[in-house]
Every structure is written in structure tokens, then in C-alpha cells.
């Protein structure tokens, strides 16, 4: 079965320092494309970032950058110099060729002012 | 473009009433996505049309559940019978076909308590 683990159910970090959410997926395929969603308390999934599989590239979108490791199925999100609105419900997302989106069950960001 | 709206944002019922819930997408997207949310949790895939076609459905999803999306742009969620345990987050999301992983962007939701 196809699942995406997101083994940190909590993370917090001093506002304006970095931290990274660990993301790992399993997949038998060599195409596909993995997605990090926000959910601030509250409020609705925001898009962050994407990448597709066949990239080699890291995906970079301002401060959200992710660290794309293929063969070891792993995705992980950095954030740099957080801030307070960074504080969510963070969310990592694999979907396999003509399948449906399959999500971890997310961590929780902690901001600290 | 106005981003996918979701009305109602709140609805409290009573065991045993049925719900609908309505769900209008980004206004060029042809797929429409159903989802249930608990809190703490990821969401849960129920269904998705593409156009007015409903071309999938969660195996977990009970026959109290029916979706529609008749002229291929706004849909409803009927939830019939409502039990305690359908008390959730329930998401809509929309995407267009063949852009980039068909990309899914979500409305606020409407948050269901069954009492």
C-alpha cells in the first residue's frame, strides 16, 4: 500500500530560526509528484510547495524550500527565518500517477515569539 | 478568480437529519473533490467528479453519502441519517485536469456537528 509517513506529530522553533518537517512516502512508482499543504487553525489547506519526482531539483518557493531525496523516498520542508503566521498544521501529500492524493496525518508548528 | 467557497461554514444537526452541503470551485476547473476531516487528521478522500462524470468513490464511503454536481460546476454533499460519528470538517477542493498533477486548491470547509 501506498502511505506517507510523517513522523513528527509536533514541531516548535523560535520565530526567525529554521526548521525542517520530515516527510517519507512509499511508492513503486518512478513518476509522481509530492505536495506540502498548510492548514492554520481554522482556516482553509493553503497550497505551499510541489515537486515533481522526475525533478532533480529542490523545489523553492521564498522561504519554503524542500529537500527532494528520490531513492531514499523522503521530502522534507524547510522553513527559514519563521514567523508567527508560519504556525499550522503542516500536511505532505504523494499522488501516484491517475490516483488520488494520499496524505500523512500531518505536524503541528509551533512558533515561538 | 475567487477561490473555491464552501456554504454552510457551520451546520449543527440532530441525529438522524439530513444534511447538504454546497460547494462552488475555482471558476475554470473541471474537477471537483470531496473530502472528510477529522481534527488532528488528514483529509479523508470521498469522491471526485470530473465535469458532471462522478468517477470515483471511497470504498468507505456508506450509501447514506451522495454527491451530485449536475451541470459540472458547483457540487452538493448529501449526508442522510447523520450520525454522531459523521461529526467532522467537511473539504472541497477543485483542480484542472492534466495541469500539473492536477493540483488541488481547497475551500474553508464546512464543519458538521451531529448531536
Known amino acids: 500500500a501506498q502511505t506517507v509517513t510523517q513522523s513528527q506529530p509536533e514541531m516548535s522553533v523560535q520565530e526567525a530560526e529554521t526548521v525542517t518537517l520530515s516527510c517519507t512516502y512509499d511508492?513503486?512508482?518512478?513518476?509522481?509528484?509530492l505536495f506540502w499543504y498548510k492548514q492554520p487553525p481554522s482556516r482553509q489547506m493553503i497550497l505551499v510547495i510541489r515537486q515533481e519526482a522526475y525533478k532533480q531539483q529542490n523545489a523553492t518557493e521564498n522561504r519554503f524550500s524542500v529537500n527532494f531525496q528520490k531513492a531514499a523516498k523522503s521530502f522534507s520542508l524547510k522553513i527559514s527565518d519563521s514567523q508567527l503566521g508560519d504556525a499550522a498544521m503542516y500536511f505532505c501529500?504523494?499522488?501516484?500517477?491517475?490516483?488520488?492524493?494520499?496524505w500523512g496525518a500531518g505536524t503541528k508548528l509551533i512558533i515561538k515569539p | 478568480d475567487t477561490g473555491v467557497s464552501q456554504d454552510p461554514r457551520h451546520k449543527i444537526t440532530k441525529r438522524g437529519q439530513n444534511v447538504t452541503f454546497r460547494c462552488d470551485p475555482i471558476s475554470e476547473h473541471n474537477r471537483l473533490y470531496w473530502y472528510r476531516q477529522t481534527l488532528g487528521q488528514g483529509p479523508e478522500f470521498l469522491t471526485y467528479?470530473?465535469?458532471?462524470?462522478?468517477?470515483?468513490k471511497s470504498r468507505l464511503l456508506s450509501d447514506r453519502f451522495s454527491a451530485e454536481r449536475p451541470k459540472g460546476s458547483f457540487s452538493t454533499l448529501e449526508i442522510q441519517r447523520t450520525e454522531q460519528g459523521d461529526s467532522a470538517m467537511y473539504l472541497c477542493?477543485?483542480?484542472?485536469?492534466?495541469?500539473?498533477?492536477?493540483?488541488?486548491?481547497f475551500g474553508p470547509g464546512t464543519r458538521l456537528t451531529v448531536l
Open positions: 467528479f470530473q465535469n458532471e462524470a462522478q468517477l470515483e
Open positions: 501529500a504523494h499522488v501516484p500517477p491517475n490516483y488520488q492524493l494520499i
Open positions: 511508492t513503486s512508482e518512478s513518476d509522481y509528484y
Open positions: 477542493a477543485s483542480s484542472l485536469a492534466g495541469s500539473w498533477a492536477d493540483t488541488q486548491y
